[in-house]
């Protein structure tokens, strides 16, 4: 399952001469800058960003132009943009525009406007296109093999059906939440009439898809955009959940519905003191967050996972991973623990040695006991915690363990779920000491996850004693248990005295994990 | 006050060979190793730490000579720790042994034995040398300016007495937390009468020293030994202290008796169960903590700070300053900061750019304000906020203040007080957005501090966003207030819309915090 990561491996000089890019989603609602500092096909971290409330589809919907005020916002803003490209000397700008542009009658003159007054040129993304990028940034940061990927910007919605991580269908709809709250909701809150009207609307357009927008078993639907994104943090907060973590949040459709309803009969001043509403949406919010619950509605879907990625890092998955059609990683988890590896000055030697003697005696216990709580998932889990375990000495030697638990908890992973990144980070949490717990977390976990964890902490936390002086002396370990003693042997190639001695003082939580009391030798 | 701070500064080499010393302190309770990475006069970090109770100590006040168990462990702990540096390719090995060593009959068999069996030739420190490390340690890591150095070890006390930073007497008494506990405390609970033997025994060796060991105005006292930490960290827990951090905690003399008198009823596995109590210590804690209580009533310190640094680190100092004498930092507070920006990839234009913005605002609100809160002790704090603002990018850029406030309050900044460091941590996690408040850590701050706070913030967050583009563009700013309203004129050398605009954006916290509303003006 885990094959050889050397394409993932950096060098010195890859390491110190990164790019630079700049992309500018020229989008129907704001305009967001992000930087971001790269090395094709190694890693990648997003250095700046910046966001303008510009709402450049305002009016559209009546005028089917620009308005002159909202195009000369978006002018000064692209100025903006231009001059703080300039002044961090940051050369490659990739700027794309979407539905509010592309739709407009004026589209030529803005175009040239920007050109002219910021130098900037935009791409405008024809319908397919702004799917197919929300699609590729979807499929980079989740494991979506068969399902559904929804957009919703300010002035459009895509809906791409996936099956084995390839789109198979994509459609484009004029339904963003800008739009539909200009067009279906000039009041709040508003009446019920509006209300159905506009729900109407949407499942008319959905109605063309209905051969396809249907859950199937097995199906995930990820949802994207920034309105989506915040009635996903609405949930969030509601719920109480313990995670600060938005990206991988899965919203169950029933609470979506409770928080939609709470909306409906409240004044945008009063929805502005929602608990996670962002001040510059809560007009749009209504609008944006009914057509994303007629989307679970209509598609029967009963969960969806919000995604904090769109078009503007499928933008980037495109020069990132340059020669790929389309612009997938081969597996997104891999990928993501690498690129926090690589981030946080990751002790590659180290950390592949402790990966090997942590993945051997998970397999040999595994074997040994026939344990359930020890299959390919938690095996994998383990895995990352081994690649990931010191990555908090970047912070402090001291309490390391902790930092890398922080580091972890908040940069987030990719791919995997909340429930696993809390695993691995609390795998690293306990990889010197103390006895495993699920603390602040349980909150995410399902049942068993404590002996999960115990398990995987048993297997690193060995790993790491005997690789405690990061030399990879030893070489193999071998297993023996009979009855509740276990015997493990340490070949190595010279002096283990360390390893040995380390291992020793904590041969106790292997006896809390699995039972047995652990008797450590040199071997062989 | 800020001098130039080229001397700190780092070249691109300089941070990518540094070098690597481990530094062995053979006490006389336990035997600890320290690896630190570091340039000489320019940035350290400790990268590995392993610790073993040896208890050299046990039996030397009855026989006077190292017993065979313990020698025997000892010598088997210095080749776990040669094989520890054999494996890390550490050459470069300090080792050092204090009052047990020192005072052992046996010990040119010891100083043999070890060097024979693990090539490690160990340096036995006078009790002059002992001392000298311990208040170099304390030097570099508190801002002692007058005072006294108390360090407890397993086999001695040293009592240092400082003025103007430097040690004018020393002595040490064989008054270590283990030998007090063998030659006076064989039982727990002890009784009445042992207590008063103890007592009076360490009176007796501080009466020696009664003309100089004697609080006086203006006086700190700073205490070091893993026992006098303990003690420490005891109190802490006691007193439910808000932060995590024990180095610089200030411990007053009442809450420390009241710890010492709780301990004196209870069995040692009851004292293991105290919160913060390290169970290999549990035994020799009421010991130590009862000489410790002596000094401070003997000398009648009201309060002590607690540091955890020690001859381990007096031992690095000697040679990371090299050619100092003593060896000492100029300004403790400039290396602190000036070591953690080193170390968490401090932009240092950026850094030195907001600072001399930030502080030249400072100045001229100050200066027409006459503001009471304004005075060179905020200043200075405002100095290092602005230093170090950034230095969460280092972990990501998404919510990066929330990393330098996490980072800053976790590495901590030696030779700041506690208040001091979270006043800093406060005004980093701010320097973005957000509505300054003091949180979970108004437990550490003053009246008035939220104030403090909120101007230390603007002032940092206004330079920010001048050089929101960080390329220096913005050369001075000028203020003008009169009555509620305040004039900013910007002068650059060339297009500053980004300043202005990112500036104009922030005007609220300036208002908040001055009471005037700010108008940004492109000047001259």
Not at 72 to 79: G, L, R, S
């Amino acid at each position: 399952m885990l094959k050889s990561l050397d394409h993932l491996r950096l060098t010195p000089e890859s390491l110190n001469n990164p790019k630079k890019v700049a992309i500018i989603d020229v989008g129907s609602n704001s305009f967001r800058l992000i930087v971001i500092t790269y090395q094709p096909h190694h890693y990648f971290k997003v250095t700046d960003e910046v966001r303008e409330n510009v709402r450049l589809v305002h009016g559209l919907g009546a005028t089917g132009k620009l308005s002159a005020p909202a195009m000369d916002h978006a002018v000064e803003v692209m100025q903006l943009y231009r001059s703080f490209c300039d002044s961090q000397k940051i050369t490659d700008i990739v700027a794309a525009a979407t539905s509010a542009v592309r739709d407009a009658a004026n589209q030529a003159e803005f175009l040239r406007r920007v050109e002219d007054e910021s130098g900037i040129t935009v791409r405008v993304l024809s319908e397919a296109e702004e799917a197919y990028y929300g699609y590729v940034a979807a499929e980079n940061s989740t494991i979506l093999e068969n399902g559904f990927v929804i957009d919703l910007g300010g002035g459009s919605l895509e809906v791409t059906r996936v099956e084995n991580r390839r789109s198979v269908r994509a459609v484009s709809f004029p339904l963003g939440a800008v739009r539909m709250t200009e067009d279906w909701l000039p009041n709040a809150p508003p009446g019920k009439e509006a209300l159905n009207t506009l729900r109407n609307h949407v499942r008319k357009h959905l109605d063309t898809i209905s051969a396809w927008f249907k859950h199937e078993k097995g199906f995930r639907l990820v949802g994207q955009g920034g309105s989506l994104r915040n009635a996903g943090r609405l949930v969030q907060k509601m719920k109480g959940y313990p995670l600060d973590e938005l990206h991988g949040y899965i919203v169950q459709r029933d609470d979506f519905q409770r928080m939609v309803k709470k909306m409906e009969s409240l004044t945008i001043s009063e929805r502005r003191g929602i608990p996670g509403m962002k001040a510059d949406r809560a007009d749009i919010a209504l609008g944006g967050a009914l057509v994303v619950d007629e989307c679970l509605r209509f598609s029967d879907s009963p969960q969806m996972i919000v995604c904090s990625q769109g078009v503007r890092e499928g933008l980037f998955y495109e020069r990132f991973l340059e020669g790929e059609s389309p612009s997938l990683f081969e597996n997104v988890r891999q990928a993501s623990v690498m690129n926090m590896a690589h981030l946080y000055a990751f002790q590659a030697e180290h950390g592949d040695h402790v990966a090997a003697l942590a993945l051997s005696l998970f397999d040999q216990v595994a074997r040994l006991t026939e344990d359930p709580l020890m299959t390919a998932a938690e095996r994998e889990l383990l895995w990352a915690a081994c690649m990931l375990h010191d990555i908090g000495m970047n912070i402090d030697y001291n309490d390391h363990h902790r930092h890398s638990y922080y580091l972890i908890l908040n940069s987030g992973l990719p791919g995997y779920s909340h429930r696993e990144l809390a695993l691995i980070a609390l795998a690293t949490l306990y990889h010197r000491k103390g006895k495993p717990s699920t603390g602040e977390l349980s909150g995410v976990l399902e049942t068993d996850d404590d002996r999960r964890l115990l398990k995987i902490t048993a297997c690193l936390r060995l790993a790491e004693q005997l690789d405690r002086s990061r030399d990879g002396a030893v070489r193999e370990v071998k297993l023996r248990m009979r009855n509740d003693a276990a015997h493990l042997d340490i070949y190595a190639n010279h002096d283990v005295a360390v390893s040995v001695w380390a291992a020793e003082q904590h041969a106790d939580v292997f006896e809390a994990a699995f039972g047995s009391h652990l008797e450590i030798r040199r071997g062989g």
